[in-house]
């Protein structure tokens, strides 16, 4: 029984260990764009960067394809987790609508995200929002500048992620099962339409609204991962365009 109990919470720490350097990878991007306009046709990943995990030996991978005369953004996973983030910021404020056209070849089987053994998705588009010491309350400066410590800088204060969920009966929000600052928005449900594309819009400010009951901060990164490393399942997914604008 402890043997089991020592598994979940490894399974656990890495789960927060991929938010936390997802999150901390945008520290080093450029300033928020001040056009308000952002379209990525997946030409090559020149405005992206990896991220790795150290504790998950298998990474997922991110290639340029073309099919028909289009580029596009393949996902790769095998029992595996890893991630890329767009290395510039952006304010939600000016550009809150996000729109893209993806595909996922198979769902996962076994996956359920309200529990951490099944908290993998075939496609995640993260959004992603830095923590304000100066909006934060006093439980939260003392939890975050003991992150801060081990971390060497402030870990997100919270993120959106917008998902195909595997399962038809998902429902609309899930709070994450390792931290309930990470919320799923489902933009996909089950099997129904894999294999075809699908196109998504959606409103961040309002969905964060929605999620998290207040307003965001003005900065906010985007970030894509196909996951399975708590599965251990495979996917292929596709992502052909991913577009920000007012």
Not at 141 to 157: S, T
Not at 158 to 181: C, F, K, M
Not at 225 to 241: I, Q
């Amino acid at each position: 029984m402890r043997e089991g109990r020592r598994a979940t919470n490894g399974r656990a720490n890495v789960r927060l260990l991929i938010l936390c350097a997802l999150l901390l990878a945008t520290a080093g991007v450029t300033a928020a764009e001040t056009d308000g306009v952002f379209r990525e046709d997946f030409r090559d990943l020149a405005h992206w960067t990896p991220v790795h995990f150290p504790k998950i030996k298998r990474h997922s991978t991110y290639t340029v394809v073309a099919e028909g005369g289009r580029t596009m953004l393949k996902t790769e996973s095998r029992a595996s987790a890893s991630g890329i983030v767009l290395k510039k910021t952006f304010n939600p404020y000016d550009t809150p609508r996000l729109r893209w056209r993806w595909k996922v070849d198979n769902v996962y089987r076994q996956a359920d995200g309200r529990v951490k053994a099944g908290d993998d998705y075939p496609l995640r588009i993260y959004v992603m929002f830095p923590y304000d010491p100066a909006r934060a309350g006093l439980s939260d400066r003392v939890l975050y500048g003991a992150l801060k410590a081990v971390y060497g800088r402030y870990p997100p204060h919270s993120t959106l992620n917008y998902v195909w969920a595997s399962h038809p009966q998902a429902g609309e929000v899930i709070v994450s099962p390792y931290t309930d600052r990470a919320r799923m928005i489902v933009v996909e449900r089950g099997p129904a339409r894999t294999g075809q594309w699908v196109e998504a819009s959606v409103h961040i400010l309002k969905d964060y609204r929605m999620a998290f009951g207040q307003d965001p901060q003005p900065t906010a990164a985007l970030a894509i991962m196909n996951d399975s490393d708590n599965t251990g399942e495979a996917a292929m997914s596709y992502v052909e365009f991913l577009e920000r604008g007012r």
